[in-house]
């Protein structure tokens, strides 16, 4: 018994007429009928060869400037009948439709219409529809259909109809170079189809940015819609930006990966142009820390950070962020990078506070702190380190690196001793905590630290000797706010980071003499050796970490 499966049928229909005729020959001398359409019929039946035209199959005329031809029933059930099955050959029999044995397609010759520029409409009308639903039918079908879509299988084809048809394994064979064939198509046509979407959102952003310099800036545009207009372009509307005359709204980018701008809100007022300025320094700085981490954020810098060990209640890293400065974490905003615990709860709730953030919250903390009605609550996920920061300036935008605690200088074991004794471990870990804060202060930042929190910050200033007078002065006095009077002097004892170089001997003369016992600092200066001198002479341990964070 043999696979072969006779060609007593065939429906021919290619754009590419080479080798046409001798084929078609060949299947009539082997007595097959010859279905086809348009003009590879006309061409058929030029060459004085018997065929038939598929609109006789049908019933029904082509249409649509050709676009509509073999999309009919008569036809695809005709090619897709598994003649294995009883109930496929009864129903072919009902509605009287004979089956096909054979497919001939080559599809319209798209790739060679955009390679040589076809125009927009000349383009589209390559795209074939018809063809390439015949060949994924017939190659589907193979158990009982071959199908050829290559010019250089038509003499093949033409002798199997002469040896009574082509087996399983041919068919199989054919049908994989068939769907080879619509894969590469169909590609081909998504890769231009794509090229045309980016070329249109070019000229679409080409429009928007020209509409927006009219509007005055390259953004504007997204506060002249109104909020209907705003809101279906997924924009919220703020009452106002960072004054109450200017306008502001807020995007969440990606819906996947919301970040603080799509942020779970779980209670509270709405929140703020600068309430979300805050909050994202706040989140940044939080988690830059692995161990647990509360930081008070205030006008973009942090007045209080801290961080207590795994295990330990995320209330005393709060309680100790607080106690940096008081006065200052009033109206702040804090950021936890562990969930809210009911203890760290109930110091929150006396403190004026606009918004709390972390990645979750305890029953009971979370019942709590809604009794605070304006505060903001808000659930965030870990918020990634690294990206990418995007800053405007007049007539373009500035893109880098976000920075991030991650440089090869930013690790204790890469730091060089430059002065002083080596650092014990406790010593060693107050500096690696210092270094790791300093990250999220304004320059010029200097900052000080006992036992894993922040004891005074010096931010903002324009030359490094006043921070690091305020860092002293804050550490002292505001130590002695919190604590009453008497309190011992913060500063003493205490460890500092810088996070530039000292240009000077001067500023770290400062911190010396205010008891501070340990420094870690970039180095660079062309004056390190007399930094670094001041600090021997004064037994005071320097570490150099040839790494900076300064943040304008």
Known sequence: MTDRQ?????????????????????????GTEIVSTGSTAATIRDGGIAVTDAAEVTGFPEMLDGRV??????????????????????????????????????????????????????????????????VRGAAKNFASVAVVVDPEDYARAGRAAKVGGFTLAERQELATVAFTRTAEYDAAISDWMLARLEEDAEQGDERDAAAAAEAGGTDAFLLEMDDAEAAEAGLTTLRYGENPHQRARVAVIDDDAPGLA??????????????????????????????PCVVVMKHNNPCGIAEVGEGQDIALAHARAHATDPVSAYGGV????????????????????????APGYDDEALDLL?????????????????????????????????????????DP???????????????????AFAWRAIRAVKSNAILLAADGAAVGIGMGQVNRLDSCRLAVERADSLGAHAEGEGAPQRARGAVAASDAFFPFADGPQILI???????????????DDEVVAACEQAGVTMYLTGTRHFAH
């Open 413 to 431: 074991q890469a730091w060089t001793l430059a002065a002083g004794p080596a650092a014990d471990e406790h010593t060693l870990a107050d500096l």
């Open 370 to 410: 809604r009794t605070k009605k304006n505060l903001r609550i808000l659930r965030i996920d870990e918020r990634p380190r690294g990206g990418v920061e995007i800053r405007q300036i007049w007539g373009g935008s500035l893109v880098q690196d976000a920075d991030a605690i991650d440089a090869p200088g930013d």
């Open 262 to 291: 799509g942020a779970e809100q779980l209670g509270g007022k709405a929140m703020s142009y600068n309430n979300y300025v805050d909050a994202d320094a706040a989140a940044r700085a939080a988690f830059d820390h692995d161990r």
């Open 69 to 134: 031809k073999t999309l009919h029933p008569r036809i695809h059930a005709g090619i897709l009948a598994d003649r294995r099955l009883a109930s496929h050959r009864e129903q072919l029999a009902d509605q009287d439709i004979a089956p096909f044995d054979l497919v001939v397609v080559n599809l319209y010759p798209f790739e060679e219409t955009v390679a040589a520029g076809g125009t927009f409409d000349e383009i589209i009308e390559k795209i074939d529809i018809g063809g390439p639903s015949m």
């Open 513 to 527: 003499d205010a008891g501070v016992r340990a420094i870690v600092q970039p180095g660079g200066s062309i004056r």
């Open 334 to 357: 804090i950021a936890a990078n562990r969930p809210v615990t009911l203890a760290m709860a109930q110091q929150v709730k006396p403190v004026f506070t606009e918004v709390i953030l």
């Open 6 to 30: 006779s060609i007593r049928r065939a429906l021919v229909s290619v754009y590419d007429k080479s080798g046409l005729l001798d084929l078609a020959r060949d299947l009539a001398d082997a």
